[in-house]
T-cell receptor, first 114, second 114 residues
């Protein structure tokens, strides 16, 4: 079955700690991969995306993600988190099933302690 | 400004009643989606449409119906058959022919069944 799995549902970090959020997808065909972020009280916005080329992609606010095809993974990283990174993070995969169907993971709630 | 408009933002419904959520986009996107967001479950795909007059069921289509008579509009009807309709509903659109196929979201509609 087609799915996106996020390994951590809740993460609590102190400021300046490093962050890595895991994401794996289950699909054998062509995929585009995304991380979206939802800050408290705001709607979803794109953090970064991968669709071709360099598997290491950089997004806004110092975030980056690496696509590892052999592991079906697209983990999100940030070397040093800030209190303002407190949000919910969603990994998504856009699957080429003849058209494009985008499915999301369950989300990871990140809380950064000041 | 280009974007996705969902209405109403808040809606209360009595059990046994159908309700229709509106979604309009002026981004000239071919693809449109409806997701349901529940705490701890991320975004689950209800229905999606790649082109006018065509749509496909997502992962949780039971109890919902949609239509796509115009490119700009993709209304979602929550029927009385939906067992647990109280949720936050997100409409989205994308341009699949563009590399990356980024999804853009509306601000959402809160539906409460009383």
């Amino acid at each position: 079955a087609q799915s996106v799995s996020q390994h951590n549902h809740h993460v609590i970090l102190s400021e300046a700690a490093s962050l890595e959020l895991g994401c794996n997808y289950s699909y054998g065909g062509t995929v585009n991969l995304f991380w979206y972020v939802q800050y408290p009280g705001q709607h979803l916005q794109l953090l970064l995306k991968y669709f071709s080329g360099d598997p290491l992609v950089k997004g806004i606010k110092g975030f980056e993600a690496e696509f590892i095809k052999s592991k079906f993974s697209f983990n999100l990283r940030k070397p040093s988190v800030q209190w303002s990174d407190t949000a919910e993070y969603f990994c998504a995969a856009s699957l080429n099933t003849g058209g494009f169907k985008t499915i999301f993971g369950a989300g990871t709630r990140l809380f950064v302690k000041a | 400004d280009g974007g996705i408009t969902q209405s109403p933002k808040y809606l209360f419904r009595k059990e046994g009643q159908n309700v229709t959520l509106s979604c309009e986009q002026n981004l000239n996107h071919d693809a449109m989606y409806w997701y349901r967001q529940d705490p701890g479950q991320g975004l689950r795909l209800i229905y999606y449409s790649q082109i006018v007059n065509d749509f496909q069921k997502g992962d949780i289509a039971e109890g919902y119906s949609v239509s796509r008579e115009k490119k700009e509009s993709f209304p979602l009807t929550v029927t009385s058959a939906q067992k647990n309709p109280t949720a936050f509903y997100l409409c989205a659109s994308s341009a699949p022919e563009q590399p990356g196929n980024t999804i853009y979201f509306g601000e959402g509609s809160w539906l409460t069944v009383v």
